[in-house]
């Protein structure tokens, strides 16, 4: 059994891990980089080995940082099967075709500027919609939580609960070659105890080797119930002074928990129920939407009573261009979930440009803001921002809630280590170096590896 590492190695986007054993090409994932640098670069470049080859895809999770490059992947001629989830694959299908539509809008944008500057810079988009589509017909067995699939003779793959976003799964693959038989378990992205709408991890018992991320191997997070508190308050001192409240957001997850803290709220009478939510949208409303379609992925007490955790009195489901305009003429009493979480485009900034400089208005970021985002330069305390072409003096209170990260912190990421018995080597993956280097030393004496990109390993 070989494995060797073509993402997320020494980085925190980008996940494609290749294993091969038993006469068979396994990928684990095959995600966008993301984040600061030339991103379409480094997108572009070949895999590092040879995508005709590939037999089976299995895929952890449908965040696009690991399964955003699977068009590309079927565009140089991948012609496997993807086994992954029926949570995941739903949700896979939406974050792929979102991602093809943003590759052709920014290459229309490549092209404007390099024919503005006489130049033929590369303008063709990393994938069109019409590959993605394609992409999609390769998806095939859907796996089921704990139950083993003989993906091949010899080859076995287990999907635990990773409980990191609905469907998100932890890998177990198992080979048996020439009589000897050799496991790895890939983590996929490990997730946070104690999250209202999914199951704890659930790590398998025990494996040959673990490859494993560590987006958060160096620090603890603070209580949930803390920042539950901070959302209801920054609620009602908005609506006490007569604003609204906007909360830029992506659409996988934390949208999803937002309405059901909401919901909570209104339940435990510390949010008003005459409060009109708009969920403004339609990825995250079609997310919303996969959401009740798949309760075996969620947990079980979450539907016993038959109710709908998702469901709000005054909740608005904004799918149409006109009924999101209309919203800007509403002056206070909402809570206004808009796209995309970074600001960095998306509805949301209209509805920035609406309310951030009211003193009455609250805008409550809940999620990761990366440099050079507006998001980042309204939480970094700038008095005036551009939104839209347009320069908006900062009068809202500004908030930024932590606590509701979809990851383990570090104690549960060494928690679910430690879980998996008879392990001889643990690669640390997807994460950053400084981090990965804490983390390390807070394991347990053993062999530990930080590969590099394509780096190979015998296991
Ligand atoms: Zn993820």
């Known amino acids: 059994?070989?494995?060797?590492?073509?993402?997320?190695?020494?980085?925190?986007?980008?996940?494609?891990?290749?294993?091969?054993?038993?006469?068979?090409?396994?990928?684990?994932?095959?995600?966008?980089?993301?984040?600061s640098r030339e991103l379409h670069q480094e997108n572009a470049e070949p895999f590092g080995f040879d995508p005709t080859a590939i037999d089976f895809l299995l895929l952890t999770h449908a965040h696009l940082d690991h399964c955003g490059r699977i068009p590309l992947l079927a565009k140089r001629g991948f012609r496997g099967e993807v086994v992954t989830t029926a949570a995941s694959r739903d949700l896979a299908r939406l974050v792929i075709l979102d991602s093809a539509h943003l590759q052709e809008e920014e290459s229309q944008r490549r092209g404007r500027t390099s024919s503005r500057?006489?130049?033929?810079?590369?303008?063709?988009?990393?994938?069109?919609?019409?590959?993605?589509?394609?992409?999609?017909?390769?998806?095939?067995?859907?796996?089921?939580y704990g139950e083993t699939l003989e993906i091949a003779p010899g080859l076995r793959a287990t999907f635990h609960d990773a409980g990191h976003i609905l469907g998100s799964a932890s890998i177990l693959l198992e080979a048996e070659e020439s009589g000897r038989r050799r496991s790895v378990v890939l983590s996929g992205d490990i997730g946070n105890a104690g999250r209202p709408l999914l199951r704890a991890p659930e790590p398998p018992a025990a494996a040959d080797a673990v490859v494993m991320e560590t987006t958060y191997g160096d620090r603890l997070h603070r209580p949930l119930d803390a920042s539950v508190n901070e959302l209801f308050q920054a609620i009602t001192e908005a609506f006490g002074r007569g604003g609204n409240v906007i909360v830029p957001t992506f659409a996988l997850e934390r949208a999803q928990e937002i309405l059901f803290y909401l919901r909570q709220g209104i339940?435990?009478?510390?949010?008003?129920?005459?409060?009109?939510?708009?969920?403004?949208?339609?990825?995250?409303?079609?997310?919303?939407?996969?959401f009740r379609r798949h309760p075996e992925a969620c947990k079980p007490e979450l539907l016993r009573d038959g109710k709908d955790p998702l469901a709000?009195?005054?909740l608005h489901m904004v799918r149409e261009t006109a009924q999101s305009m209309a919203i800007n003429h509403i002056s206070g009493g909402a809570v206004i979930m808009a796209g995309n979480g970074m600001a960095t485009g998306g509805?949301?900034?209209?509805?920035?440009?609406?309310?951030?400089?009211?003193?009455?208005s609250s805008v409550v970021f809940v999620g990761f803001a990366a440099k050079g985002t507006l998001a980042r330069e309204i939480i970094d305390g700038a008095r005036q921002v551009e939104v839209l072409g347009e320069e908006i003096p900062v009068r809202a209170h500004i908030h930024t809630i932590n606590g509701f990260s979809a990851h383990a912190d570090q104690a549960e990421l060494l928690a679910w280590r430690a879980a998996i018995k008879?392990?001889?080597?643990?690669?640390?993956?997807?994460?950053e170096g400084p981090t990965m280097e804490t983390f390390a030393?807070?394991?347990?004496?053993g062999r530990i590896e930080i590969p590099q990109l394509h780096q190979q390993f015998e296991l």
């Not at 006489?118 to 999609?136: K, W």
């Not at 339940?267 to 996969?290: C, G, H, K, N, Y």
């Open 347 to 360: 509805r949301v900034r209209h509805h920035l440009k609406h309310n951030l400089w009211r003193r009455e």
């Open 267 to 290: 339940e435990t009478s510390r949010l008003p129920a005459s409060m009109q939510v708009f969920l403004d949208s339609p990825m995250a409303i079609s997310a919303t939407e996969i």
């Open 441 to 445: 030393r807070k394991l347990p004496p």
């Open 422 to 431: 008879g392990a001889e080597t643990t690669f640390l993956v997807h994460g």
């Open 117 to 144: 500057r006489g130049s033929d810079g590369d303008t063709e988009p990393l994938y069109s919609t019409v590959d993605a589509l394609g992409s999609l017909d390769y998806f095939g067995r859907t796996a089921v």
């Open 312 to 314: 709000l009195p005054g």
């Open 1 to 35: 059994m070989k494995i060797s590492f073509h993402g997320a190695a020494g980085d925190v986007t980008g996940s494609c891990h290749l294993v091969e054993a038993a006469g068979r090409r396994i990928l684990i994932d095959c995600g966008m980089f993301q984040g």
